[in-house]
């Protein structure tokens, strides 16, 4: 059975660092890997999607790489800005047409 | 992409009442989720809802408790029905698209008292 696991839980940055969040996941077969974001109380956000045979994806100042053979994406966040507080989900999806599994997220504070 | 629309935003009920959520797309789409976040917890999914036929239910989950309906390509709607306090969570109604990107709804956050 595929597990997400997301390390931190929780994270507090001052303004302007440079941060990593840390997503793995047991099995390897996977189609794709997303992460989200979600403000409190909100839905969620679609960030970045990796297909599994891509390494990377890019988005403005967000970067997430993908080793499917060791199990593990990172979302990079470039220059902090407290607007980024959320809480980013990882999630993947198993081969056929199946639902996202998801990891329970990091909670980001960027401080000001 | 896909807008998803959800009603209500959120809402306050009674224990042993119950809620329909609806879930809004503005394009046709085959397959529509619908997943349970609890207080500080991730997502569960709930169901998947196929047009047409009976929706397809996770392992913890029951028709009786949570009927799903679906009637066209562009809509669905959850029942948490006989609601007790621990049904407590924000419901998100997601959809399927090219590639597999999953798009969701802004979810519906309920509380029950």
């Known amino acids: 059975k595929q597990e997400v696991t997301q390390i931190p839980a929780a994270l507090s940055v001052p303004e302007g660092e440079n941060l990593v969040l840390n997503c793995s996941f047991t099995d390897s077969a996977i189609y794709n890997l997303q992460w989200f974001r979600q403000d409190p109380g909100k839905g969620l956000t679609s960030l970045l999607l990796i297909q599994s045979s891509q390494r990377e994806q890019t988005s403005g100042r967000l970067n997430a790489s993908l080793d499917k053979s060791s199990g593990r994406s990172t979302l990079y966040i470039a220059a902090s800005q407290p607007g980024d507080s959320a809480t980013y989900l990882c999630?993947?999806?198993?081969?056929?047409?199946?639902?996202?599994?998801f990891g329970k997220g990091t909670r980001l504070s960027v401080i000001a | 992409s896909a807008v998803i629309s959800q009603k209500p935003s959120r809402d306050i009920c009674q224990r042993g009442t119950s809620l329909t959520i609806q879930c809004q797309v503005d394009?046709?789409?085959?397959?529509m989720f619908w997943y349970r976040q609890q207080p500080g917890q991730s997502l569960t999914l709930i169901a998947t809802?196929?047009?047409?036929?009976?929706?397809?239910?996770e392992s913890g989950f029951v028709i009786d408790k949570f009927p799903i309906s679906r009637p066209n390509l562009t809509f669905s709607t959850l029942t948490v029905s006989n609601m007790s306090p621990e049904d407590s969570s924000i419901y998100l109604c997601?959809?399927?698209?090219?590639?597999?990107?999953?798009?969701f709804g802004p979810g519906t956050r309920l509380l029950v008292l």
């Open positions: 809802a196929n047009q047409g036929s009976e929706a397809t239910y």
């Open positions: 999630a993947v999806t198993p081969p056929g047409n199946t639902p996202l599994v």
């Open positions: 394009s046709q789409v085959t397959m």
């Open positions: 997601s959809v399927s698209l090219y590639q597999e990107t999953q798009y």
